[in-house]
């Protein structure tokens, strides 16, 4: 009985603690759904159940899956105009039929150079007479007279000139003594021979001066018996006339003979005795 009795006071001591503390976990439970409540007024946070409350409050959707609703084309695009196509085309064929015509016109202005315009037997004369008296530029006086280099016809005269090789008219620096190949050829004065040189052109030629700026000259030789340095003396051999070069190919064996004074080529037979 005794051992009854302590059971029964055991539980009847523990039942009393549990109910107090029952009594404390719904005032702790009241107290925390009270603060949820007043947390939930202040944020505006409706619950799941009044999401048709009055007033803004935050709400979290569930985003069904995605599903294509529609089909979004872009639209094509459109072509340029035509027109700008044609006014390439225009302009470009503008531009070939410029280039054309002005590659025509380069031909015929190369044309027109190429070809020598036929000139009068009075603009010859007029031309010929103004080579001859042709002012004589940074030149010396020459008062000096000089011999003839040999004997013979003069074919060619010095100024404008018909050129059988060339079949038109063209200046001559000098003139052109007619005479059989080997004829020799003698210095005009005396002199110091400056050049002695050979080409296909001229052939064989002989430079002399004579005095500073004052030199005669001699091409279309056969052969040269002097050589630079030498001094010669008036009427001494110095070469003899060969077959014409290229620029007086067309010719028939000559003396091609010229004075310098200064910068310009003068007519020879002005100076000769």
Request: charged share 25%.
């Given at each position: 009985m005794i051992k009854n009795n302590k059971i029964s006071e055991f539980l009847d001591q523990y039942s009393n603690e549990l109910r107090r503390m029952g009594i404390y976990i719904l005032i702790i439970a009241f107290i925390f759904g009270l603060g949820l409540k007043v947390i939930a007024d202040r944020t505006k946070i409706a619950p799941p159940e009044n999401r048709q409350a009055e007033g803004p409050y935050m709400e979290v959707v569930d985003f069904p899956d995605p599903q294509i609703t529609e089909i979004i084309v872009d639209p094509p695009v459109e072509e340029a105009e035509p027109i700008i196509n044609e006014e390439i085309e225009i302009s470009e064929e503008k531009s070939v039929?410029?280039?054309a015509e002005a590659d025509k016109e380069a031909v015929?202005?190369?044309d027109i150079e190429e070809q020598p315009e036929a000139i009068t037997e009075e603009e010859v004369a007029e031309d010929v007479n103004d080579a001859s008296?042709?002012?004589?530029?940074h030149?010396?006086?020459?008062?000096?007279k000089f011999s003839s280099p040999l004997q013979g016809e003069i074919i060619n005269s010095y100024g404008l000139t018909y050129s059988k090789t060339f079949g038109d008219y063209r200046f001559n620096p000098g003139i052109d003594i007619k005479a059989k190949q080997g004829t020799e050829v003698k210095a005009a004065l005396a002199g110091q021979v400056v050049k002695v040189e050979t080409n296909e052109n001229e052939k064989t030629i002989i430079e002399i001066?004579?005095?500073?700026g004052i030199i005669s000259r001699y091409s279309h030789l056969e052969e040269s018996l002097v050589k630079t340095g030498d001094k010669v003396k008036t009427s001494q051999?110095?070469?003899?006339?060969g077959s014409p070069g290229l620029a007086k190919s067309g010719e028939e064996p000559l003396l091609h003979f010229q004075i310098k004074n200064g910068d310009m080529w003068v007519d020879p037979t002005e100076y000769l005795k």
């Open positions: 039929e410029t280039n015929e202005e190369v008296s042709r002012p004589l530029a030149s010396p006086t020459l008062n000096l001066e004579h005095e500073p051999v110095i070469g003899k006339v």
